[in-house]
């Protein structure tokens, strides 16, 4: 399981120091960076994935929740950090996975970090298949697509090879992490080999994948931030 990449941006030193250390004490987070302004850490969050932005609101160049409003469009989660809690409404309509009111204790930043999605520590994994007597490892990023068929289920993966396995999607689709979503009753995708949707159809690779109705908006707004 990879550690957790996080960054710290607040204007006071003392908080920094302190969301730092705290980071250092538990095992599955690194800290990249502190930095004293939003806009010094976007080199940081540009370069590199970046999985927790901890993330102070009241700033003299640019406020938190402006900054948030930036890097939307990235995979980032973000932890608002801020001794005012009437921020916090408006921290959550930016789907914060947190918001810290200050002096912020060690327990209740282990259970800001807690929230974050397990399956998401796990999409450098790997996933076990087993098709009639055979068993194959296969990496997670390797998935293009999963597609439902009758009773079975087919593993579609890069350079053109497939795995079939006697599996229910939807059991499937609860056990898998983060990194694929469900778009069809019959299709679930991984989503960084989406590289476009056309009318109802999402574009991966070389596939044409539908998209039905009911899935529509959120592929969207998960995969499109739209």
Known sequence: MRNLKCVVVDDEE??????????????????VGTFESA????????SEKIDLLFL???????KGTEFAELIKAT??????????SEYALQGYELNALDYLVKPINFKRF???????PK????????????????LHKVMYQDIVYIESS?????????????????????????????LFVRVHRSYIVNKEKVTGLKNRELLLLDHKIPVSDSYY??????????
């Open 14 to 31: 003392l908080a920094r120091e302190l969301i730092k250390a705290y980071i250092q004490k538990v095992n599955f987070l690194e800290c």
């Open 39 to 46: 806009l010094d850490a976007l080199t940081v969050l540009k």
């Open 56 to 62: 102070d609101i009241q700033m003299p160049d640019i």
């Open 75 to 84: 995979d980032t989660r973000i932890v608002f950090t801020t001794a005012y």
């Open 110 to 116: 282990l259970s800001a970090v807690e929230k974050f």
């Open 119 to 134: 399956q998401e520590k796990l999409e450098e994994g790997f996933l076990v298949i087993k098709s009639g007597y055979d």
């Open 150 to 178: 009758s009773e079975y289920v087919v593993y579609y993966l890069e350079n053109n090879k497939k795995i079939m396995a006697n599996q229910s999607l939807r059991a499937l689709e609860l056990s898998l992490p983060n």
């Open 217 to 226: 908006v959120t592929v969207k707004k998960d995969l499109f931030n739209n």
